[in-house]
Nanobody, 124 residues
């Protein structure tokens, strides 16, 4: 069992930055693929970014490429999402997800553990 706790959300003006953190419990964090998803009101939860267990492979959805960066620190059992050049359309609840596998997926069905989410609001 893995528990995930996201922090770092908040209100920011367009063009600003935020860094989300996801702290994971459990001794096997380093062997998990990790991802960030987001869900805006009235919309489906969508993939944002994912990272392999080593951190060597990263994946992004097109609308965040060049603006968001996913990273992880296995010594701290933490995955991060650095978000720059934020836009009002980035407003959503952001969720951290874990997959007990070294294979990275970009679909929500592939992830077994989820955090409670953290709200990100970008004002225009």
């Amino acid at each position: 069992q893995v528990q995930l706790v996201e922090t770092g959300g908040g209100l920011v003006q367009a063009g600003g930055s935020l860094r989300l953190s996801c702290a994971a419990s459990g001794r096997t964090f380093s062997s998990y693929a990790m991802a960030w998803f987001r869900q805006a009101p009235g919309k489906e939860r969508e993939f944002v970014a994912a990272i392999s267990w080593t951190g060597d492979e990263t994946y992004y959805t097109d609308f965040v490429k060049g603006r968001f960066t996913i990273s992880r620190d296995n010594a701290k059992n933490t995955v991060y999402l650095q978000m720059n050049s934020l836009k009002p359309e980035d407003t959503a609840v952001y969720y951290c997800a874990a997959r007990p596998s070294r294979v990275v997926l970009t679909t929500k069905a592939g992830y077994d553990y989820w955090g409670q989410g953290t709200q990100v609001t970008v004002s225009s």
